[in-house]
T-cell receptor
């Protein structure tokens, strides 16, 4: 089955700095890679995703990159703000059908004002 | 805002009690999931369902059971709660067909067993 490793487990940055969270996956058949943000007291919510036919995707201050050959993908947050403080999860899956996503163990991001 | 709901949000209960955590979604999704989230953040899949009358056990062994009699409803039951069941329980759903496998999560139920 799929195995997803996520690093770091905690990340502390100053407001305005960039933050990078990295994930690796093991199953070359995985082709859909979502990122979720979980704020305190809430369930995870999708913030950005990427499919394996794309190398990079951006949405305002967040971007995700994918290296299929190396089987790793990363979340980049620029100009971090205190409201970016949350737990972030990466996942790997196969789009459509009956596949169950495999999650990384999560990264707690703290942005200091 | 995702249309997936969980009740209760918080539950404190004594050992040995039977409890049911409710989860419902109004998006017509076929797939539904239950995760147990430990204090270390990690999400552990305990049950999932592909549709009505389909239930499967997840990666983490759990003493809970689930049922899927209606598409929109996926309750989780503990016949006899124990302190080791104290945790955050998250319900999620996703569409079976389509290009994406995005999951929509409920707000969670925080269960404390005394």
């Amino acid at each position: 089955g799929e195995n997803v490793e996520q690093h770091p487990s905690t990340l502390s940055v100053q407001e305005g700095d960039s933050a990078v969270i990295k994930c690796t996956y093991s199953d070359s058949a995985s082709n859909y890679f979502p990122w979720y943000k979980q704020e305190l007291g809430k369930g995870p919510q999708l913030i950005i995703d990427i499919r394996s036919n794309v190398g990079e995707k951006k949405d305002q201050r967040i971007a995700v990159t994918l290296n299929k050959t190396a089987k790793h993908f990363s979340l980049h947050i620029t100009e971090t703000q205190p409201e970016d403080s949350a737990v972030y999860f990466c996942a790997a899956s196969q789009a459509g059908g009956s596949y169950i996503p495999t999650f990384g163990r999560g990264t707690s991001l703290i942005v200091h004002p | 805002e995702a249309d997936i709901y969980q009740t209760p949000r918080y539950l404190v209960i004594g050992t040995g009690k039977k409890i049911t955590l409710e989860c419902s979604q109004t998006m017509g999704h076929d797939k539904m999931y239950w995760y147990q989230q430990d204090p270390g953040m990690e999400l552990h899949l305990i049950h999932y369902s592909y549709g009505v009358n389909s239930t499967e056990k997840g990666d983490l062994s759990s003493e809970s059971t689930v049922s899927r009699i209606r598409t929109e409803h996926f309750p989780l039951t503990l016949e006899s709660a124990r302190p080791s069941h104290t945790s955050q329980y998250l319900c999620a759903s996703s569409g079976l067909a389509g290009a994406r496998n995005e999951q929509f999560f409920g707000p969670g139920t925080r269960l404390t067993v005394l």
